[in-house]
């Protein structure tokens, strides 16, 4: 005969007294799930971050370069343009000399110009995208310490309840032979 077999004859009730060894292998079940999902959630935040940091800052170089290679073309183009007027007004007077260079210098002055704005317009972006990124990486910061006071809370909550499923099946039956598991466990009743 069984210890519960025996235990319910003692007590003289018809039934087995069910086991409540398993409520407690299942609250650390539900513990430990929640301890992986935490980290796992952690984990994935960190690589989310890091991956969009380091995608921000491939997007802003390959811009920078880019903008880099235009200014350097139109700095090129200019040159080029600025060494045709000369050659071609070589024959004309001083004076239509003395205009197609002032020509040539307003031209690489506006293409040096516009290389500077492109290029500030260029930094301007990549700062904008790396205070995007930081952002979304103080969010998923602040996401991850929320998930975690979230389970802190469900934990001290799951102890909370173990200590009284605890103190619940410790506590001898005090005149109450045929008291049910809902019973035993109403807490609030008893006080």
């Not at 000399?97 to 690489?108: K, P, Q, S, T, V």
């Not at 103080?138 to 809370?153: I, V």
């Amino acid at each position: 005969m069984s210890e519960v077999e025996r235990a319910s004859n003692e007590t003289g009730e018809g039934e087995p007294r069910r086991e409540y060894v398993q409520v407690g292998d299942r609250v650390a079940h539900v513990l430990n799930a929640a301890e992986e999902a935490a980290e796992q959630i952690r984990s994935d935040a960190r690589r989310e971050s890091a991956r969009i940091i380091q995608e921000a800052e491939a997007t802003a170089a390959t811009r920078v370069e880019e903008l880099t290679r235009e200014a350097a073309q139109i700095r090129s183009e200019a040159e080029d343009y600025a060494r045709d007027i000369r050659s071609a007004v070589d024959s004309y007077a001083t004076q239509q000399r003395r205009e197609a260079e002032e020509e040539a210098r307003r031209a690489l002055s506006e293409a040096e110009t516009q290389a500077r704005a492109t290029r500030e317009a260029s930094q301007e972006m990549s700062e904008q995208m790396q205070q995007e990124a930081r952002r979304r990486h103080e969010l998923l910061q602040r996401e991850s310490k929320a998930l975690e006071e979230r389970r802190h809370r469900v934990l001290e909550g799951l102890r909370d309840l173990s200590a009284q499923l605890q103190d619940a099946l410790v506590e001898p039956a005090r005149g109450r032979e045929q008291e049910s598991l809902a019973d035993a466990l109403d807490i609030e009743r008893r006080r």
